[in-house]
């Protein structure tokens, strides 16, 4: 599911930043108008036991149909566990905003990257889930 969903938006946004985040409970793959996690539109949180797609600054785009999670907060998500019932062509309208948006964020700042990935660690140790 996790080079899916990643594919999935290398091939739409193929111009873009990928920050990818190695933290203590999960990776996190987020996608860039610049360098800076400030202008990441969307992500991919992946966990031992799901896969989450989401929206960073989820809050400022239109979610007519419900589907993402998170309401009153600044990432909205959905959880993905069978490509056959992600909703790609909603998808990829809630993307095409995100990414107007965070391109404006990245134009304030003056930030624009084109297309490279980055690796980052956010945590010193890996903690295991407990069994």
């Given at each position: 599911?996790?080079?899916?969903?990643?594919?999935?938006?290398?091939?739409?946004?193929?111009?873009?930043?990928?920050?990818?985040?190695?933290?203590?409970?999960?990776?996190?793959?987020?996608?860039?108008?610049?360098?800076?996690?400030?202008?990441?539109?969307?992500?991919?949180?992946?966990?031992?036991?799901?896969?989450?797609?989401?929206?960073?600054?989820?809050?400022?785009?239109?979610?007519p149909k419900g589907l993402?999670?998170?309401?009153?907060?600044?990432?909205?998500?959905?959880?993905?566990?069978?490509?056959?019932?992600?909703?790609?062509?909603?998808?990829?309208?809630l993307l095409e905003e995100?990414?107007?948006?965070?391109?404006?964020?990245?134009?304030?700042?003056?930030?624009?990257?084109?297309?490279?990935?980055?690796?980052?660690?956010?945590?010193?140790?890996?903690?295991?889930?407990?069994k």
């Amino acid at each position: 599911m996790t080079h899916w969903l990643r594919d999935f938006v290398w091939d739409l946004y193929p111009c873009c930043t990928e920050l990818i985040y190695d933290n203590y409970n999960g990776l996190a793959i987020g996608f860039s108008t610049s360098d800076k996690s400030s202008s990441t539109f969307c992500s991919i949180a992946v966990y031992h036991n799901h896969v989450n797609f989401g929206f960073n600054f989820g809050f400022d785009i239109s979610d007519p149909k419900g589907l993402l999670e998170g309401e009153n907060t600044q990432y909205r998500k959905m959880t993905v566990s069978d490509r056959a019932e992600f909703p790609t062509a909603y998808m990829k309208k809630l993307l095409e905003e995100a990414y107007g948006n965070s391109l404006k964020i990245s134009a304030q700042n003056k930030q624009l990257v084109r297309k490279k990935s980055l690796i980052k660690t956010t945590s010193p140790l890996k903690r295991h889930p407990k069994k």
